[in-house]
């Protein structure tokens, strides 16, 4: 903090007001004038930022602020003899100012570090064998980093072999990962395994990494309905207190037969309890806190209005593959002709779809010469991919086909079967089984016990469906959906008044994530599920979700606990005020006292320790349920 105060311009000015005040103090003892003079200077010091941000909002918002009822409660004390109390009021406001401001930039410290921390440079492998290191900025998709051992990666790309990834910079996960050869690493971790070549394929700006900073940072400029209600009354609160006060103090002078001077006074005192300073900070420091904390644990938000809207939502509905499963497809069955098997791993290979993935691994040592690849490969949304004449999806695009080798009947019931079909013909099949998340189970059991209702949506066939859904724990699930069926069923419970998330991770989610009141998208899916999504979890760990969601709650417990207590405290000092029990000093101490105490109570939302407590309160809700 001190050093926070020494670098800070505010912060500097407030340390010299405070030299100041205390000079001021010492000089009672001796001289008057000198004691004046020093008051006069810590109050110049600690009301500088005020008196500049108070003019400079009020012109430009052509409404005024909570900065200038405290400048107009100083300069009214300095007008009545009181310069002592005018500084001691100037020095807490700007010391909860300054506070306020240390809050915020505490909040993005994390993502600041991690910044510094990802390699501006990077060992670059030239076509002629040399390594020559080159800024990070000029890597192109498609070159080779050489990574060493205990080195952080510099940039998104795939490993050339096995190794051990430490990936806490980007998940809050300290437990290093293996990532198998082909396996997509991040920039910021860590390499704990031995030496391995990248192919990068991101620029600098694109990565994982970068894009959680940027994330963070639009995050802070989207304020929460209760931010942006509050910023709303805070100007007509303000002209309110500024027509008040003067009738305030015409009251006391004409009817209570008090001085001038002692009205004035008094009025002074109004000004400084009425002032809504500690409102005003009630959500703000504390969203960007929960921003923050969301962000060090893998779960990023954009905006408080999201991180707000979590704690209310009534149902959640999941995609299947890469969210409740692992999305590691391995292919346990096949029938197609060699000529049908090399034109869908050609298909395939255009897709970045985990299905798509894991036929083009099976068969990765097929030779692909001879194929014709001047058509264009097309995606159609929701059902698969085809070429020509030559379709590839899931079964219930290939109703209307002949099947003459019965390969509709032969894929494995509670697996995931592609079909391939050629003018109008089923010509092949493949069976892929995919395997079900732990932590997707506790999550899902988490959240059903917070009274959240948990539905599955998925492309895949009904034995698929019901099989991943018995393993998870979910009851209500619906198969073989579009696009626009997940669609549907999100709006159908917004009409039934409910609070709807969806969750996923594909090309076809995207409208529903779109659709819904909160989209949620794991952070290794399509960049357009991510972009149509309000909350993106870096890692697909539906158990991040459930600790965002507990700490949505935090956040709102925060919040108003602090509007309750700001209002409380403006309502007992105004009423202390009226009846004459309350001096400037005391005025100044409780009501900037209030408002340092909510920032600090919204910066607990930065403590790591919540995650601990939500992680065993997580365990303990799972180890009940087994």
Same mark, same amino acid.
Request: hydrophobic share 45%.
């Given at each position: ?25 010492? &000089? ?89 921390? $990802? ?46 990834? !430490? ?30 070549? &990248? ?45 008040? $006060? ?9 009817? !209570? ?13 109004? &000004? ?52 409740? +499963? ?33 036929? $083009? ?174 909350? $993106? ?18 956040? !709102?417990?925060?919040?108003?606990? !602090? ?22 000093? &005391? ?7 209030? +408002? ?23 365990? +303990? ?6």
């Amino acid at each position: 903090m001190m050093n926070y105060l020494i670098k800070n311009r505010a912060g500097q000015f407030l340390l010299l007001g405070m030299i100041f005040i205390v000079t001021g103090f010492i &000089l009672m003892l001796f001289t008057d004038i000198g004691s004046t003079l020093s008051f006069y200077a810590a109050i110049f010091f600690l009301g500088f930022f005020a008196a500049k941000n108070a003019m400079v909002e009020t012109i430009r918002s052509k409404s005024p602020n909570v900065d200038l009822l405290m400048i107009l409660a100083a300069i009214g004390a300095v007008i009545i003899g009181f310069e002592s109390e005018g500084a001691l009021l100037l020095f807490i406001f700007a010391g909860s100012e300054v506070l306020e401001d240390y809050a915020s930039s505490k909040s993005t410290r994390a993502i600041s570090e991690l910044m510094s921390q $990802v390699p501006s440079t990077a060992q670059l492998l030239k076509e002629n064998g040399d390594v020559v290191e080159v800024p990070t900025v000029e890597l192109t998709a498609g070159d080779t980093v050489v990574v060493s051992r205990g080195s952080q990666i510099p940039i998104d790309g795939y490993a050339d072999r096995d190794t051990f990834v !430490n990936e806490s910079a980007l998940t809050g996960e300290s437990v290093p990962v293996t990532k198998v050869k082909g396996k997509e690493v991040f920039a910021g971790t860590i390499n704990e395994g031995n030496s391995f070549y &990248l192919k990068v394929n991101k620029s600098s700006d694109d990565t994982v990494f970068s894009n959680i900073i940027r994330m963070v940072e639009e995050a802070q400029n989207r304020p929460s309905k209760i931010s942006k209600f509050i910023d709303r009354i805070e100007s007509r609160y303000v002209i309110g207190v500024l027509v008040g $006060v003067p009738i305030f103090i015409f009251i006391l002078y004409t009817f !209570n037969d008090l001085s001038f001077r002692e009205s004035f006074y008094r009025g002074m005192v109004m &000004l400084t309890v009425a002032s809504p300073c500690a409102l005003v900070a009630s959500a703000t420091p504390a969203t960007l806190s929960a921003i923050s904390n969301g962000a060090r644990n893998g779960v990023l938000f954009k905006g408080g209005a999201a991180m707000e809207a979590l704690s209310t939502m009534d149902i959640l509905y999941s995609d299947k593959t890469g969210t409740l +499963t692992h999305g590691d497809f391995q292919v346990v069955d096949h029938a197609a002709d060699e000529e049908i098997l090399k034109e869908v791993i050609y298909i395939e290979q255009q897709s970045g779809h985990p299905i798509a993935e894991a036929i $083009v691994n099976r068969f990765k040592n097929l030779d692909l010469e001879g194929l014709d690849k001047t058509q264009p490969v097309e995606e159609i949304p929701g059902s698969g991919m085809k070429k020509g004449d030559i379709k590839v999806g899931k079964p219930s695009a290939f109703n209307d086909y002949d099947d003459p080798m019965d390969y509709m009947a032969k894929g494995i019931s509670g697996n995931t079967n592609i079909i391939v079909g050629k003018n109008n013909q089923v010509v092949g099949y493949f069976s892929l089984a995919d395997r079900v998340r732990k932590e997707a189970v506790h999550a899902v059991r988490n959240f059903q016990s917070e009274g959240i209702q948990v539905s599955l949506l998925t492309g895949d066939n009904e034995a698929v469906a019901e099989r991943v859904a018995e393993e998870v724990g979910i009851t209500d699930y619906a198969a073989g959906c579009l696009p626009e069926d997940k669609i549907r069923y999100v709006n159908e419970s917004q009409k039934k008044g409910k609070v709807a998330g969806m969750i996923g991770d594909g090309i076809n989610d995207a409208p529903a994530l779109a659709n819904a009141d909160i989209g949620i998208a794991m952070g290794s899916g399509s960049s357009i599920a991510m972009e149509s999504s309000e909350v $993106v979890i870096v890692k697909n760990n539906l158990q991040k979700l459930f600790y965002s969601f507990k700490l949505s709650h935090r956040l !709102n417990r925060i919040i108003m606990g !602090n509007v309750i207590f700001s209002i409380s405290v403006i309502l007992s000092l105004v009423t202390l005020n009226i009846f004459g029990l309350l001096n400037l000093p &005391l005025a100044v101490l409780f009501h900037e006292g209030s +408002t340092i105490l909510v920032i600090l109570n919204g910066l607990r939302l930065l403590r790591q320790g919540s995650e601990e407590e939500t992680a065993a309160e997580s365990m +303990t809700l799972a180890e009940a349920g087994d």
